[in-house]
């Protein structure tokens, strides 16, 4: 989400003719120091008016087929899946919970509720 905050606020600046600002310049400096490590080639099929990526590679790339496959010989340790997992869902786990203790009236508050189903989900 932060590229299109300062994707709009280096647009409004250069619209609104601040092209020499400081503000404009500190911008450049922190663009230039996030792109510092983007580097490689792009491969573009060009047909019709219209362009599409059809390959690109860089010796800075992040992506790693040992990290981004499923197979047991993988880099990738698969029991962190578990807890990360159960930590992102945990919102909609409590939301339920609490929407489950309101719906059946049975006199336990919200906070008890969620507080014993989350210790009996965590063992």
Do not use: M
Not at 10 to 17: K, P, Q, R, S, T
Not at 46 to 56: E, F, N, P, Q, T
Not at 65 to 93: E, N, R
């Amino acid at each position: 989400h932060y590229k299109k905050t300062v994707e709009q606020h280096y647009a409004d600046l250069v619209y609104n003719g601040l092209w020499f600002s400081p503000l404009k310049d500190a911008l450049d400096a922190f663009i230039d120091s996030t792109q510092e490590s983007v580097t490689g080639t792009v491969k573009v099929k060009l047909h019709k008016g219209s362009a599409v990526v059809v390959g690109r590679e860089s010796p800075c790339s992040l992506y790693s087929t040992a990290l981004s496959t499923y197979d047991k010989a993988d880099a990738f340790d698969h029991s962190a899946a578990k807890g990360f997992i159960y930590v992102w869902g945990l919102p909609l786990k409590v939301g339920a919970l609490v929407k489950a203790a309101k719906v059946n009236g049975n006199g336990v508050s919200n906070e008890s509720a969620v507080s014993e189903d989350l210790s009996v989900a965590c063992k």
